[in-house]
């Protein structure tokens, strides 16, 4: 439908994500969006509901408010111009993601890297791994409407960024790894603020645990909530903490080891009950996990190199080949797929976002939930739309 007053210009009649949601509907039931615009969903997602009363009869996810064209931009642009975009794709994990594009292209050119340099990607990444899961407890709290723990978190979180910005000269959207190494070295202030940090936060755990992950109102937001079976998982590739929390205990790290990870000792978190509880739990355990594994890797530090000598060059061109390269990142596997014709930018790039997967099945695990569980599964999911869409 159109006004009368200015025909063509305003089209009353919705988009087409609505006609086509709406045509499915009937009668006795209401069509409501969630988004583009809402706190919950922290960031530019559009979800469309069709209710029964309180109970949600279908979902559909609408993405692409925030495509950039980040795999384009990696064919138009050199390998090593295309850095600062990884940060910008996840701005939660972008340490991950700038190991991701910087392995695959290491892996495609035979780069060796220094020891040093493996240290201190391991020490900043987990360190970037735990400020995300602090942001994530802090919001998916205060969706559910709890205001005071995320004054704690970012209290905690800032920290981090406080120790991250030193070598990196950020404190959000990171381009910190190099081809073959790391764009400064860690120096003894920073180890030291990074040794002082571990036991700080250590000391503050039993306090989240006692304020929050024993508190009765939470445990009934999410026991028996958002219900995820392993093979659901499996036929959406869904990862990362989604997957750990349906018993399965998949982490890049191990799976597929890269980097000093397999000299260090830590346990992956699972958790079977499959539920938003179950996913709560997993991410908790891992901020436990990830300060052990920086402890062991400051103690385990080498002195020496922190970028390779020969380090390619801003127009350095890559041998021909295909690579396929990942991490584990705050949501899950992070996969970066490269294919190179012998010139200086990538004839080929393509970027595996874990949210992406984790997100689709969204649709089906809110079937027939009440509307007002569908932000607190969401939240168990860790969304972060700029990956989502890339």
């Not at 988004?35 to 997602?45: E, I, S």
């Not at 830590?266 to 300060?291: H, W």
């Not at 996969?335 to 997967?357: E, Q």
Request: aromatic share 10%; hydrophobic share 40%.
């Amino acid at each position: 439908m159109t006004s009368s007053a200015s025909p063509g210009r305003f089209h009353l009649g919705g988009d087409f994500y609505t006609n086509h949601f709406e045509k499915g509907g009937s009668p006795d039931t209401m069509i409501l969006n969630m988004g583009p615009q809402h706190p919950a969903t922290h960031g530019v997602l559009r979800v469309i509901f069709e209710l029964d009363g309180e109970y949600i009869l279908r979902t559909e996810p609408v993405l692409g408010y925030l495509h950039r064209m980040h795999e384009k931009m990696g064919e138009e642009q050199t390998y090593y111009q295309y850095m600062p975009n990884m940060g910008r794709v996840d701005y939660l994990h972008a340490l991950a993601w700038n190991w991701a594009w910087a392995g695959a292209v290491e892996k495609l050119g035979g780069i060796e890297v220094p020891r040093r340099a493996e240290f201190i990607r391991v020490i900043t990444c987990e360190l970037n791994r735990i400020s995300s899961h602090l942001l994530w407890w802090g919001a998916f709290l205060l969706d559910l409407g709890a205001f005071t723990p995320i004054m704690y978190a970012f209290d905690d979180r800032e920290r981090i960024l406080d120790i991250l910005q030193r070598p990196t000269g950020s404190r959000l959207t990171y381009s910190y790894y190099r081809l073959g190494g790391v764009a400064a070295d860690l120096d003894d202030t920073a180890l030291g603020m990074i040794r002082d940090f571990v036991p700080h936060l250590r000391s503050r755990l039993p306090m989240y645990r006692n304020l929050v992950t024993g508190n009765m109102i939470l445990r009934h937001r999410l026991e028996g909530v958002g219900h995820i079976p392993v093979e659901m998982c499996r036929r959406y590739g869904a990862t990362g903490p989604t997957l750990r929390g349906s018993g399965v205990a998949y982490d890049v790290r191990k799976a597929e080891p890269y980097s000093v990870y397999p000299e260090l000792s830590f346990n992956i978190p699972t958790d079977d009950k499959c539920d938003g509880m179950a996913r709560y739990n997993v991410r908790m355990a891992e901020i436990e996990q990830s300060l052990d594994i920086i402890e062991q890797a400051l103690d385990m530090l080498p002195s020496g190199e922190f970028w390779v000598k020969n380090a390619p060059k801003p127009k350095w061109k890559a041998p021909k080949g295909e690579v396929y390269f990942a991490v584990e990142g705050a949501r899950g596997k992070i996969g970066v797929h490269l294919i190179s014709d012998g010139s200086a930018n990538p004839y080929r790039v393509k970027l595996r976002a874990p949210g992406f997967s984790n997100l689709s099945l969204f649709a089906e695990v809110t079937k027939g939930t009440l509307l007002a569980d569908a932000v607190a599964i969401l939240g168990s999911l860790d969304m972060v739309i700029p990956e989502i869409d890339r």
